[in-house]
């Protein structure tokens, strides 16, 4: 932003860019909407009333919100890298996020900080970051990187680091732990909000966390827990992601006193809710069709957040602030006309007019040192009864189960007739190629196998299946791709969906990604399983943190216990 | 703060400092008021929950509010040193202030500022400072500093640097001014506010001084230009000092919507006021009184200036939170029982408790850089008609007069009987001792002479008189203090108040410096004056920013004009 020219064409001495007229423009400041015209110049906003303009567009009466802020996003769950997303989320009239990289932190550490900072370098889309607190999120398995304070230490002074991103590690926090309490006292004295994520937590162990310096929480479900967490000081930001689901829950908390320290994320939204439903836009809609005032739900979706982080140069329409306008046709049902980022006109209707020249940024390295050939699958029998990890539908949560192992030829094997499939999690950083085989119970497949570089947090390769040879040549594909998800029968690969960065995003826009995702899962479904989202259900398998039976390329863990535990009873 | 030991204090593993039971909390993040206990550990708030405490001090039902926190503040106002200014507010329950240097920063630079930070460092008072923006504030003066972005780039880093301070140069700001904008772009690189001051500024100037990146205001006077200020994203500062009282005109823009962007300060508050009337709870105080709701008028005592500033440890009651206690006997009339800095209390009733341990601090320089023997203070006639700068009650503005000279023996004289009296303003920074001489109407003293070191902005010596003889003598007797306030009268000092630090602070107690301020209006009386206050009439005759006519060491400004006049017409 060039402040001497800005501050020209707001005193109207020279001409703006743009003029736009005719607009409903809705004051985020003091919640009423006025009419009149808004004067854009170097990308910002130069005044909220006529000026001299080389160019003037007539809004004929449409109202004007200023850009949603996305106030807790991971990028990776949409699937592709940031230009697509941006390109998926700005017709939506998201202009502005804050993302914490988490997922590319976990596989390649300050290097997929770099990436993503790099890859989002320049786009219309305002992306900020919250800088990855627990990398990796446990000792359990075998992870891509460990980011500690030393290594998180360069990144605070990068104008696009917003804050220290999610501290899931509250654990930790209350047990002060110094690296986790470094990080903290880094955020702040920097001046930099700590995201917090603590599910469920209340009494004397919120105190401790809020007392360490967090300032807001996005996990919150039932709305007696965002109080008393409002309460502590907290802000409370509402989530709406594809798997958590918090709006209708957390809605009745907003109030005269409080709304201006409430915020929409969506944490994770993968590409078919993005595209079907939309992103903070959806949220804004739901909360109003709900009854909230369409004033207030884009006053959250706007102004609180800019605030929290600190985002002073966006967040609102006035003068001096970054000319992101979302242009509506109707205020109840938030249907968007077009979008403007950054003074530039990047959507019209749900279609982006921006040029498409922005390239898909740099190139990330890859993760992917096994050698699939060299797996071994083969579980030696020693015993007859197996832990089997078990589905909760809709959950991501499992249960620690138990059956009658299958036994031929001394190994234990999957079993498709008792839905008993074979699970896999190969490491994919050592080079060693260290393996962890379990069973699961609830993916429904008569046969084959699907296999995935996205397997939460550490993104080892995860795999299930009825055979071995499936499962080899599933992992394989996996390997050969350089990251990404496939479907595999007959010893050979019946679809796939290439992952090239990381293992965990697309170079393709988020459609071609949900119709990639389309095309296993109709694989999927024709080896006969019937979940929804097996690759979003198998991702999470991996995840040592959520109860109660989980596997990583260490061997199978009792979450409860925090343990591992041995295959046999 | 330890934070390790204050999250085990939080948990209830180790036994708090103190707890305070039986309060009536007010929560500043809900609005809401719950009877419960104050766990403190470390200085902070651990827990508002009953802990294992080492000492428990019962409230018996008082209301606990956080400690509140004044915006804007000259400390140099108060005419004492920080720890002077501490130990009268906080037993008014001020226990935060962001103050700006600007007067001791005009008389010694960066060694004014080096001396606040550190005669403030460590008190119970935390003293957070805004950046003085606008040192000199004028080129028509002789100044003891100059403050370019090059000098202040150093503090941006300091703990206790929160903002720039008041940018008054606006006609810097809409001309782009390439200094003005440096010291913008730094405070903003460092994620700090930056304060306005622009009085009446609306319209496209307005647009334009926001667009500059300026965040608030405190010198609105009307609701009208409060409520466009607000709609800009200004946040706005109500003032309500010894000058210049903006409250009851204010009030009425505070809703629902916007209180969190509104916060009391009172910019200049004499030892008169603050010992008659309080600080910043005379200001709840008289909110309540003029129907605000109690709590909402704390909130804006605490929680938004807390927010404005990124102050993420103080202004509420939260776990983290430094434990600064406003306990109140009555939330109608704000009577204040005792305060907690800091988690020590540090007054009863209106009583400061606090050890007397506290030294003055770092001693200042001395500016005094002049022989009052030398000075000329003959004015040869050179016409029959001279400029006279007429007092108008009440207001520091000054009408620009005409007056037909007393010439006795070729000069240009004082003349009681007519109330016309000699004003000088000598130099006392660059050795020279350059003089500039003018006449005012107003003082109505009969005979005698007032000097100060107290000259806004640059702080030379003022005097006015109406003989050479005492004019002389009460400049002496400044200089011979190292700077102060004296009363002459035949040839000698009736009365005196020394400023040693800078020529604007005391080393005594506020009471001390107001009895000082009283033998001084004493005398002055005796000689005839009717004024009730003198000095602070005398302090603001040398700002050349102020209409009409003013005088500088350098002569007579014409202040619509910006420019020198002659004495003679």
Partial sequence: MQLESLIQAARGKIPCDLLLTGARIINVFNGRIFSGSIAVHGGAIAALDARPARKVVDLEGRWVAP???????????AMTVPVQFARAVLPRGTTTVVADPHEIA???GTAGIDYILAASDGLPLQCFFALSSCVPATGLETAGARLGPAELAPYWSHPRIAALAEMMDFPGVLAADGEVLAKIAAAESRGKPVDGHAPGLGGPGLAAYVAAGIGSDHECTRADEAREKLAAGMRIMIREGTGAKNLDDLLPIVSDVNWHRIMWCTDDRHPHDLITEGHIDAMVRRAVAAGQDPVRAIQMATLTAAEYFGLRRCGALAPG?????VVID??????IDSVWAGGRQVSAGNEMILADGQTA???APTVMRLDPAALGLAVPAAGEQIRVIELVPGQILTGNGRARACIRAGLATADPARDLLKLIVVDRYSGRGRTGIG?????GMDRGALASSVAHDSHNIIAVGGDDADLKAAVAGVVEMGGGLTA????RIRAKLPLPVAGLMSLEPVDAVRRGLDRLNTVYRELGGRLSDPFMTLSFLA?????????TDQGLVDVNRFTFVPLFV
Same sequence: chains 1, 2.
């Fill in 321 to 325: 602030r970054r000319a992101d306008l």
């Fill in 330 to 335: 109707d205020l109840d049902t938030i249907r």
């Fill in 488 to 491: 595999a029968a007959g010893g």
């Fill in 106 to 108: 976990n596989v390649l």
């Fill in 67 to 77: 850009g949603f802020i996305d106030a807790h996003v991971h990028l990776e769950s």
């Fill in 543 to 551: 995840l040592p943190v959520i109860p109660e039976l989980k596997l």
């Fill in 439 to 443: 069973f699961v119970r609830g993916f």
């Fill in 361 to 363: 940024g740099p190139a």
